[in-house]
């Protein structure tokens, strides 16, 4: 029995959850996938999948199996690639999640502009208002935003998420904007369930103010919370990844500019530093280019509008000036 075949054909059984199918992405009969499967199995001296009439699931030996599976078949196209049996060129599929909002301002962008790089690849970009767990879910990578990681995986910092204590101009105008950190209790918050529920925290000249917070909207999704901002239903407190267009635009207005929002690290996890797939390695190093820098393409792009917008400001009113002296 070609052993590796037969790992190859687990997976992909494992990955499908029936025989069937996995032999129709194989371009095998479903007989011969059992035989790889049955061969496996006397090998390893052990049952690996449940078999119904329609679907088969793991077993616990089944689950264990696989991931070292998984680690020979990466193992095998590393020294095939050392040896010059493939191309060097980065091949094949990657499983990577991250949250809905980064995902739609920033990562489906980068990872389409990866995939035109590299033709050989497929990605499959999984949004989630939760962290996952990398081994049950097949993730190869995930993008997280927070301080605390998962001590278990591998991080990697690739940008730095900033954010804004905003609020729509109507909104401010009906209700006064707060002027100093405290005067927050007196107003609504449209918060975050996981990042800043209760309590936001605003750091100025080194020093960080815990402020309580309250108001009439939670949600664990952050298009939610900038819709209901929007709307002038409250102050929220949002990434600057997701509303730099709205603060250029002036639809959203900083409150409190003298505070800055506690910074958050944008992470790329993974399982492990050993024996990571060509794949992985180039995905981590384009991810890692395409956001590096003091600060975060978007916002550098934000100081740049605003830079650009001082300029016409100060243009305007020298040309006011040499009219009017005219």
């Not at 960080?208 to 939610?224: C, D, F, I, M, R």
């Not at 797939?277 to 393409?297: I, N, T």
């Amino acid at each position: 029995m070609d052993r590796i075949r037969a790992m190859q054909v687990f997976a992909e059984v494992a990955d499908r959850g029936s025989l069937t199918e996995a032999g129709q992405v194989l371009d095998i009969s479903r007989a011969m996938v059992s035989r790889y499967v049955e061969g496996l199995e006397s090998w390893l001296g052990a049952r690996l999948l449940h078999r119904t009439t329609r679907r088969v699931s793991l077993t616990d030996a089944g689950a264990e199996a696989l991931q070292r599976c998984r680690q020979v078949l990466e193992l095998t196209q590393e020294v095939q690639a050392a040896a010059g049996a493939r191309s060097t060129a980065p091949r094949g599929r990657l499983r990577i999640t991250t949250s809905n909002s980064f995902a739609q301002a920033h990562l489906a962008a980068a990872v389409s502009d990866f995939l035109k790089q590299h033709p050989g690849t497929e990605v499959e970009l999984i949004a989630l208002e939760r962290a996952v767990n990398l081994v049950e879910e097949r993730i190869d990578l995930a993008i997280r935003i927070g301080n605390q990681l998962d001590a278990t995986l591998v991080a990697r910092r690739i940008a730095t998420c900033h954010s804004a204590v905003c609020a729509a101009p109507f909104y401010l105008q009906a209700h006064g904007a707060p002027l100093a950190p405290e005067q927050l209790r007196l107003h609504r918050c449209i918060t975050h369930s996981r990042v800043g529920r209760t309590e936001w925290r605003l750091q100025r000249d080194g020093q960080t103010v815990k402020v309580p917070v309250t108001g009439p909207l939670q949600s664990n999704e952050v298009a939610v919370t900038r819709q209901a901002v929007l709307e002038g239903l409250g102050i929220g407190l949002l990434p600057t990844y997701f509303i730099g267009d709205d603060l250029a635009q002036g639809r959203l207005v900083r409150v409190l500019p003298k505070y800055e929002p506690e910074a958050l690290g944008i992470h790329a996890v993974y399982l492990s530093r050993q024996h990571q797939p060509l794949l992985l390695r180039a995905m981590l190093d384009f991810l890692g280019e395409r956001f590096a820098g003091d600060a975060a393409p978007w916002d550098r792009t934000a100081s740049a509008r605003k830079a650009a917008g001082s300029v016409r400001g100060r243009t305007a009113a020298a040309t006011q000036k040499a009219r009017a002296r005219r």
